[in-house]
Nanobody
Framework: QVQLVESGGGLVQAGGSLRLSCAASGRSFSRSPMGWFRQAPGKEREFVAA????????YYGDSVKGRVTISRDDAMNTVYLQMNSLKPEDTAVYYC???????????????????????WGQGTQVTVSS
């Protein structure tokens, strides 16, 4: 059974930093695209960041570009999201997602499409106070 488990969320003051982790189990995602999405209360889930199968290409949503970094450790079957200069509008539940495909390069639009991801975590809450 495939599981994605997020951790690292919490309460932080504006301007602070958090590092989210997503640990996968049940299969290896070492050659699969991975992504982060978030959903704020009353809003639709939106794209935050993604990393391609080889880790040499990353993609970011406009609202977080320059403030977050996605990375992966395939030996640990884990993907990370480093978030800096956090703002109150970053408050949301953050979800990790994984694609079942392996070893394929896609255009940037592919990674931003939630429907392309096959596995999802339960989410971790990030709250940024002003």
């Amino acid at each position: 059974q495939v599981q994605l488990v997020e951790s690292g969320g919490g309460l932080v003051q504006a301007g602070g930093s958090l590092r989210l982790s997503c640990a996968a189990s049940g299969r290896s995602f070492s050659r699969s695209p991975m992504g982060w999405f978030r959903q704020a209360p009353g809003k639709e889930r939106e794209f935050v960041a993604a990393i391609n199968w080889s880790g040499d290409r990353t993609y970011y949503g406009d609202s977080v570009k320059g403030r977050v970094t996605i990375s992966r450790d395939d030996a640990m079957n884990t993907v990370y999201l480093q978030m800096n200069s956090l703002k109150p509008e970053d408050t949301a539940v953050y979800y990790c997602a994984a694609d079942r495909t392996r070893g394929t390069y896609y255009s940037g639009d592919y990674y931003r499409d939630q429907s392309k991801y096959d596995y999802w975590g339960q989410g971790t809450q990030v709250t940024v106070s002003s």
